[in-house]
């Protein structure tokens, strides 16, 4: 592996620790798990991302569901590595000094991947421009682009800086990275910036670089109008921009799309679902994963650790889950599901109970995720449960600050827990993290997914609950097309809601949810405990030994990453 292609992993969020505040949710975690099973499996791999001196940010909630936010700051130079190289990018006409930390990841052998954080909190940097690595997602759309700048020009300067030598390849994780490809051009059209060579030097960076597109949200992809884009990046690179992608405003994921020998989605219907928002441009699939040795519960580990002795390196191997007894899978569950239970009554007034059925749901906060459908119909859910029979839910996930209509679903949660008191438990747990993440996908006995379909890329949270045994009940959209084999691996609510529409989308799944709640999940749970944990079991089984990051990333190895017969020596 050490001899393949080499990787520049460009990602604005990375998910390195759970203290570490440098990731808001999905992709960064993402970006986190793939930079980990890089380590794991030896590939030459730098990742570059910046350091977000002040987070994404803490999240308070008060008795009814309102968000507050404040500052999750943090100290790089407690935990991270300052390196000397200092490099310059232009913004608004400005000179703008950047330096990098690196943070080590050691994978499972002792190979590190370095990721290299940026940073301008530098003195000599105007007042406005020290602040440009602070805050993730924050501030205006001028703000983020100026971001977008330090990340993509900034960061193939300062790999240069650091004399690592020539890169095979430049994967860009999301379009906010797209503009390390105008660093690209610009260093291979040389300081004469000759133009009539410009169309071979932009081929010559296409077969460089890598695209993965994460959302099918259209705000997820990031365009601004020409005149910010002139007036941040300088009106000749604005140009050379606008001549390459025919546009007049700066898509960054258009910019990306044309300039990618390898473009992919994160989930085979998402791969479908971007071909058909991108006309025109080859976009395959590669499906998402999770790093298990990051994800599995600690009584987990140590069950795989007695039956599957090379689980970490070979994650692949946990298909081997099928000749664990299904008591031992539940003794580790049991561990997993108490440590969730007493944070939930330390933190809130819910008042677990460990033998009752504990249904799963944490998301970021945002309208199309629907965090609130499970309580369409309060009357029905709540005849669901019984004192035979108690259900109880628990929720996390942050709305984004500027985003209303989340932080009203959030607090439609709390009200309708409220209503629900005394019939069906429901508690909501603040400031989702990665640590608060692997209780919650360990610790619940189902876990709950109910996006807009096709509007989930991928659904990286039930992978997690799956490698810890825990089945899914979801939309089938995202991962759960793939990962979803009925009554065996988990539930799916309704049909096919990518192929079969409806005028009323959200009436409909919260009717197909109550119906396979009270037709297979809660008669499985408690008449026929034996089935239920043989789910568990083919979840770890059939689910987790797929959907992990060590098999995502040697498909992007041989897909993406290295030199295909048809185009060598082109």
Known sequence: MPDGPSVAYFSMEIALESELPTYSGGLGVLAGDTIRSAADLGLRMAAVTLVHRRGYFRQALDARGGQTETPDAWQPGDGLEPLEPRVRVEIEGRGVEICAWRYRVRG?????????????????????????????????????LRQEVVLGIGGVRMLRALGHPEFDRFHLNEGHAALAVVALV???????????????????????????????????????????GARVLGTATMQRIQALTGRSDLNLTELALLTARFVNGVAMRHGEVCEGMFPG??????????????WAATSFRALFDHHIRHWREDPMSL???????????????????????????????????????????ARRATAYKRASLVFSDLDRLAALASPSRPLQFVFAGKAHPQDEEGKSLIQAIFAAAKRLRGRVSVAYLPGYDMALGRLLCSGCDVWLN????????????????????????????????????????????????????????????????????????????????????????????????FFNTHRMVLQYLYDAYRERPESAGT
Request: net charge negative.
């Open 450 to 545: 109910t996006p807009r379909a096709p509007l989930e890329a991928s659904g990286t949270s039930g992978m997690k609950a799956a490698l810890n045994g825990v089945p899914s009940l979801s939309i089938l959209d995202g991962w759960w097309v793939e990962g979803c084999v009925e009554g065996v691996t988990g539930w799916a609510i309704g049909t096919d809601g990518h192929r079969d529409a409806a005028s009323e989308p959200d009436l409909r799944d919260a009717r197909a949810l109550y119906d396979k709640l009270e037709s297979a999940v809660v008669p499985c749970f408690y008449a026929e405990p034996q089935r239920f944990r043989e789910i568990m079991r083919s979840a770890i089984a059939l689910n987790a030994s």
């Open 186 to 228: 610009e260093e291979a059209l040389g300081a004469s910036g000759d133009a009539s060579s410009s169309e071979r030097v932009i081929e010559c960076v296409r077969r460089r670089c890598v695209f993965t597109t994460h959302t099918p949200v259209p705000a997820g992809h990031d365009k601004f109008p020409a005149a910010l």
């Open 319 to 361: 298909r081997y889950a099928v000749g664990i007894p299904c008591t031992e899978i539940w003794w580790a569950h049991q561990r997993a599901k108490q440590a969730l239970v007493e944070v939930v009554n330390r933190e809130t007034a819910a008042n677990f109970d460990l033998e009752a059925l504990t249904i799963g749901f």
């Open 108 to 144: 499972v052998h002792g190979h590190e991947v370095p990721v290299y954080l940026l940073d301008t909190q530098l003195s000599g940097n105007h007042e406005r421009d020290r602040a440009l690595t602070d805050s993730l997602y924050g501030g205006d759309h001028a703000y983020r």
């Open 281 to 294: 441009y080859p976009i395959r699939s590669i499906t998402n994963g999770v790093h298990p040795a990051t």
